[in-house]
C-alpha cells in the first residue's frame, strides 16, 4: 500500500501522531474532511481531463476542416489556371 508515497509504516506513524494531537473524537471528523476534499480535488482533475480532450477534439476537427479546404481552394485554383491556358 502506497498512497502519496507514503508506506504503510509511516502512514502508522501519522496516524498515532494525529490521534495524540487531535484526540480520538476529532479523528471521525478530520478524516471524512479529507476524504471529502480530495474526492473534490479528484473530480475537478476528471472534468479537467475531460474539458481537455473535448478541446483537443475540437481543434483536431478545425485542423481537418481547414486543411480539406485548403486542399480543395488549392485544385479550383489548378483547374481554373489550366481552364485559362487552354
Request: glycine share 8%; aromatic share 6%.
Amino acid at each position: 500500500m502506497n498512497i502519496f508515497g507514503i508506506g504503510l509504516p509511516e502512514m502508522a506513524v501519522i496516524m498515532v501522531v494525529a490521534l495524540l494531537i487531535f484526540g480520538p473524537k476529532k479523528l471521525p471528523e478530520i478524516g471524512r474532511s479529507l476524504g471529502k476534499t480530495i474526492r473534490s480535488f479528484q473530480d475537478a482533475s476528471n472534468e479537467f481531463q475531460t474539458e481537455f480532450k473535448r478541446e483537443a477534439e475540437q481543434l483536431k476537427e478545425t485542423v481537418q476542416t481547414t486543411a480539406e479546404l485548403e486542399t480543395k481552394h488549392i485544385e479550383a485554383g489548378k483547374h481554373q489556371q489550366e481552364n485559362t491556358q487552354g
